[in-house]
């Protein structure tokens, strides 16, 4: 008689930025020019550091580095302003996501999305590429934790929400402290290289280029 092998994973959880779309450049641009309208000059190097920890850090981050008076709810809603401009009718998702979006379903597997920027972002990137919220089970964004990557809050909270055990989750990210994130809180991660080297994000389980060159063979382990 043939017993059936089950399998470990359960659920995949999406980070954004880097791995559904890539906004980088927009977000990037929005905070310049955010600086800029206050009198100061920052490059887009300085926000690279800062990269996947959300908001409050990217633009935040950024303010400590330069000693520049920072007021961080104004920033953030002056910078979205200046990003939802900027990405209106430009972006689109990243090669494979839909694919890769229907594989997990073919398997059953549980999606959510764990993303450290804000909601309105969030709502933002999706209704401009086109990708119905409902896709996605539970959404958490930076705003619903207190603890932003590399802490693994945010993808403890999304498997709470699965009602699935972390350690039968994969964390999709791109960026270094989200392949931190998701190992901390106990899950295999995929790391796509759409953001950093794969030395930089050597702490990965898997290392691929973007969702279209995953093997889908991650999704049955």
């Known amino acids: 008689m043939r017993m059936e092998i089950r399998k470990q994973i359960e659920a995949v959880l999406f980070d954004m930025d880097g791995v559904l779309l890539d906004s980088e450049e927009y977000i990037c641009r929005a905070g310049v020019e955010m600086f ?6 920052v490059a887009p190097e300085d926000f690279v550091e800062f990269t996947g920890m959300g908001e409050n850090r990217y633009l935040g981050g950024v ?3 330069h000693h520049i008076p920072f007021n961080l709810e104004k920033a953030k809603a002056r910078t979205y302003e ?3 401009g900027l990405v209106r009718r430009k ?5 494979g996501v839909r694919e890769f979006i229907g594989k997990c379903r ?12 804000d909601r309105i972002k ?12 409902d896709t996605f089970l539970a959404i958490v964004s930076g705003l619903d934790i207190e603890h932003k990557k590399p802490a693994p809050d945010i993808f403890l909270r999304a498997a709470e929400l699965l009602d699935t055990d972390p350690a039968r989750c994969l964390v999709v990210e ?3 402290s989200g392949v931190a994130a998701g190992k901390a809180a106990g899950a295999k991660v995929l790391a796509l290289t759409t953001s950093f080297s794969p030395a930089e994000l050597s702490g990965a389980d898997w290392i691929t280029d973007t969702l ?3 093997d889908h063979e991650v999704l049955d382990w």
């Open 36 to 41: 800029k309208e206050k009198g100061y000059v």
């Open 63 to 65: 303010a400590e580095k």
């Open 82 to 84: 200046i990003y939802a």
């Open 91 to 95: 972006l689109s998702l990243l090669p």
């Open 106 to 117: 073919d398997r059953g597997l549980k999606i959510a999305l764990a993303s450290s920027a």
């Open 122 to 133: 969030i709502e933002i990137n999706l209704n401009e590429t086109g990708l119905p919220q």
């Open 174 to 176: 791109d960026a270094i």
């Open 212 to 214: 279209a060159t995953a």
